[in-house]
């Protein structure tokens, strides 16, 4: 599986952006996918994460409210949809895929993921 991250910039406090990521390859329909972030010095933060096929959904507290993940079968592709961002959303995001279902539990855990996308960088200006 390739993963194609887009969508990054630059936005304003208060401001909203949609990040893409788009899929090709193998099938990922019984996977769940997911997006990452990460600042420099930090460890890779969970933010989001879907079931390619049943639509399942689950956010990290920092993201319930504001952001909203979702998929579109007949592109391949996984959003983000981010709104009302602060300074601390700043960081490069990643979109990644593979954490089987059975990994209800851990989906929070990259290393459930196999497939990694390149990283888009969002900058949110205060």
């Known amino acids: 599986v390739q993963l194609q991250a887009s969508g990054g910039g630059l936005v304003q406090a208060g401001g909203s952006l949609r990040l893409s990521c788009a899929a090709s390859?193998?099938?990922?329909?019984?996977?769940?996918m997911a997006w990452f972030r990460q600042t420099p010095g930090k460890e890779r933060e969970f933010v989001a994460t879907?079931?390619?096929?049943?639509?399942?959904?689950y956010y990290a507290d920092s993201a319930k409210g504001r952001f909203t993940i979702s998929r579109d079968k007949a592109k391949n592709t996984m959003y983000l949809q981010m709104n009302s961002l602060n300074a601390e959303d700043t960081a490069v995001y990643y979109c990644?895929?593979?954490?089987?279902?059975?990994?209800?539990?851990?989906?929070?855990?990259?290393?459930?993921?196999?497939?990694w996308g390149q990283g888009t960088l969002v900058t949110v200006s205060s």
């Open positions: 990644a895929a593979g954490a089987p279902a059975w990994a209800i539990h851990y989906l929070r855990d990259d290393r459930q993921y196999n497939y």
């Open positions: 390859g193998r099938t990922i329909s019984s996977y769940f």
């Open positions: 879907i079931h390619w096929s049943g639509g399942d959904t």
